[in-house]
């Protein structure tokens, strides 16, 4: 069974840093592409950081220079580092996983993560 399941969310006040996880189970982790995304209540989800099975990095114009993804395929892991913090990054964090072979249109998300920004 696949599971992804995020960690390290919480409270963080205004320019402070945090570090979210992700451990994968039940997929051939090194092929698929991993994103991290958000969804603020009332707001669509949106991407915000993804990195692809060869270690390429995307990200958000709003998180560029505050935010890092990244993976380590021998833990089955993807992290993202949260620096500078605002109260607008406050949102529910989900990682994604989605199969290389594109065409499979196959991906799978946990459970989400919370991130509250406030002072």
């Known amino acids: 069974q696949v599971q992804l399941v995020e960690s390290g969310g919480g409270l963080v006040q205004p320019g402070g840093s945090l570090r979210l996880s992700c451990a994968a189970s039940g997929i051939m982790f090194s092929i698929y592409d991993m994103g991290w995304y958000r969804q603020a209540p009332g707001k669509q989800r949106e991407l915000i950081a993804g990195i692809t099975s060869d270690g390429i990095t995307n990200y958000a114009d709003f998180v560029k220079g505050r935010f890092t993804i990244s993976r380590d395929n021998a833990k089955n892991m993807v992290s993202l580092q949260m620096n500078s913090l605002k109260p607008e990054d406050t949102a529910a964090y989900y990682c994604?996983?989605?199969?290389?072979?594109?065409?499979?249109?196959?991906?799978?998300w946990g459970q989400g993560t919370q991130v509250t920004v406030s002072s």
């Open positions: 994604n996983a989605q199969d290389g072979r594109k065409w499979l249109r196959r991906d799978y």
